[in-house]
C-alpha cells in the first residue's frame, strides 16, 4: 500500500509521529510531502531518522505556518499538483493529514484532485488554540469547513476526539504510542543530587512556558531543585528563573537520555494532542505532572502514576510533595510503565491505522521512480 502523508510542520511530534507509522508498516510505502521549520530542524536532519527502506520524501515549498492569504494559495495550489502527479502514477492508496494547516488545505486539494481516501490527525485541535473567543469561533469554523469537504478524522487521543465532538464534527480517535521494546523495567539510575523537573518540546505559547516559568521561580534559591526545558523556540524570553536550563534543540536520543534521568516529567500546555515526551517519561518510570488539558488528561491518573494541575500553586505543591515522599516517585513510576504499556504502546496502536487506510491492490512497485517535477 501507498500512502501519501502531507505534514507542514515536518519537525518535533508531528514528525516522530509520521516517522513511527513508517517503521510500523515496514511493507507499505510512505511518501511524504513536506514543509520546513529550519528554526526547529532543518528537513534534511528530519529525513536522516526515517527508514530508508519504506520512506520517500517531496518538498512542498510554499507551505508556511501562520495564516497568509496569499501564501496559503500558493501552497494549495502547489499541492493540488503534487497529489494529483502522484495520483496520474498510482502513487496514491490514502492520503494521510498531519497537523491543521495540512488538514485545511490538503482536505482542499484532495477534494480538487478527485482523491476520497483521506484521513486528518490534528495532532492539537487548532481551537483549542485561540486566546480569546473570537480566535477559537474563527477555528472551529474552519475545521467545520474543512470537516465539510470529506476524508476522516482521526485523533491522537481520546480527549482530543471529545473535543471534536462537543463542537458537532464527526471524528474517531488512536491513541500515540511509543516503542517499549528494549526499556529497562527499573529507573535509572541518578548521576547528581539535584531533584529535577524536566519538559521537552517547542517554547511557544501553546507550551505556555510563562507558566513553567512561574512554577521554576518559586524554586529559586532551593539549589536542590533545577528545571530543565529540553528545546528552544521564539518562547526563550520568558524562561529567565535562574534555576530553568534550556538546553536548545537535541536529537531523539539526548531528549530521551534527559527525560531518564530526572526525577518527575512536567507539562505546563495549554492544549496538547497526546505529548510523546511525556509518553517517554512513562516508559521510563517517571511520574507526570502534567496541565488539566485535551492531551495531557489521557496520560494521568491521579494519584496513580503523578497528578492534572490547574495553576502555579497546586503544580508547586505536588512537586513539594514528590521531593519529601521519595518513596511515592518509585510507585508512581511504576504505574507510569504499566500505563504506558497497557494503552500506549506503539506495535498496538499505530497497526490500527492501517485498517483505517482502505486496502486498495498496488498497482506499481515500490522501486518505481517517483516523478513529481
Known amino acids: 500500500m501507498k500512502i501519501v502523508h502531507v505534514i507542514e510542520p515536518f519537525a518535533s511530534g508531528v514528525a516522530f509521529f509520521v516517522k513511527s507509522l513508517a517503521e510500523t508498516m515496514p ?75 495540512s488538514g485545511f488545505l490538503g482536505r482542499f486539494a484532495c477534494r480538487m484532485a478527485g482523491i476520497s481516501n483521506v484521513i486528518y490527525t ?56 511509543i516503542s517499549i521494546s528494549g526499556i529497562a523495567t527499573k529507573p535509572a539510575e541518578k548521576n547528581r543530587n539535584k531533584f529535577t523537573i524536566v519538559t521537552s518540546g517547542r517554547i511557544v505559547p501553546q507550551k505556555n512556558p510563562s507558566l513553567f516559568n512561574n512554577i521554576a521561580a518559586y524554586f529559586e534559591g532551593l539549589d536542590q531543585f533545577e528545571f530543565i526545558w529540553v528545546g528552544d523556540g521564539d518562547g526563550r ?66 494519584g496513580m502514576n503523578g497528578d ?20 511515592m516517585l518509585s510507585v508512581m513510576g511504576g504505574f507510569s510503565r504499566e500505563l504506558c504499556e497497557q494503552e500506549f504502546d506503539r506495535t498496538n496502536n499505530f497497526t490500527n491505522y492501517r485498517n483505517i487506510y482502505m486496502v486498495m491492490p498496488d498497482s506499481v512497485g515500490f522501486n518505481d521512480q517517483l516523478s513529481i517535477a
Open 122 to 177: 490534528p495532532h492539537g485541535a487548532s481551537f483549542l488554540s485561540g486566546r480569546n473567543l473570537l480566535v477559537r469561533s474563527f477555528y472551529r469554523r474552519l475545521e467545520k469547513l474543512g470537516s465539510s469537504l470529506g476524508g476522516k478524522i482521526v485523533c491522537c487521543s481520546e480527549s482530543e476526539f471529545e473535543a471534536y465532538r462537543k463542537i458537532g464534527i464527526k471524528a474517531s480517535f488512536i491513541n500515540n504510542g
Open 237 to 302: 524570553n520568558l524562561l529567565t528563573a535562574k534555576n530553568v536550563k534550556v538546553t536548545g534543540w537535541e536529537n531523539e536520543e539526548k531528549v530521551k537520555e534527559v527525560i531518564e534521568s530526572c526525577d518527575v516529567y512536567l507539562s505546563t500546555s495549554h492544549y496538547e494532542g497526546l505529548s510523546f515526551s511525556a509518553l517517554h517519561a512513562l516508559s521510563y518510570m517517571k511520574p507526570v505532572l502534567l496541565s488539566n488539558c485535551v492531551g495531557n488528561r489521557d496520560i494521568v491518573i491521579p
Open 27 to 101: 511493507d507499505d510505502t510512505h511518501i511524504v510531502v513536506h514543509g520546513e521549520r529550519k528554526e526547529v530542524m532543518g528537513a534534511a536532519e528530519v529525513k536522516k531518522l526515517f527508514p530508508r527502506e519504506n520512506a520517500r520524501f517531496v518538498r512542498w515549498k510554499s507551505a508556511n505556518r501562520s495564516i497568509n492569504p496569499v501564501k496559503d494559495v500558493m501552497a494549495l495550489r502547489e499541492l493540488y499538483t503534487i497529489l494529483r502527479r502522484l495520483k496520474e502514477n498510482n502513487f496514491i492508496d490514502a492520503v494521510h493529514l498531519h497537523s491543521s494547516k
Open 308 to 327: 492534572l494541575f490547574d495553576n502555579k500553586d497546586e503544580a508547586i505543591s505536588k512537586i513539594l510533595k514528590y521531593y519529601n515522599n521519595a518513596d
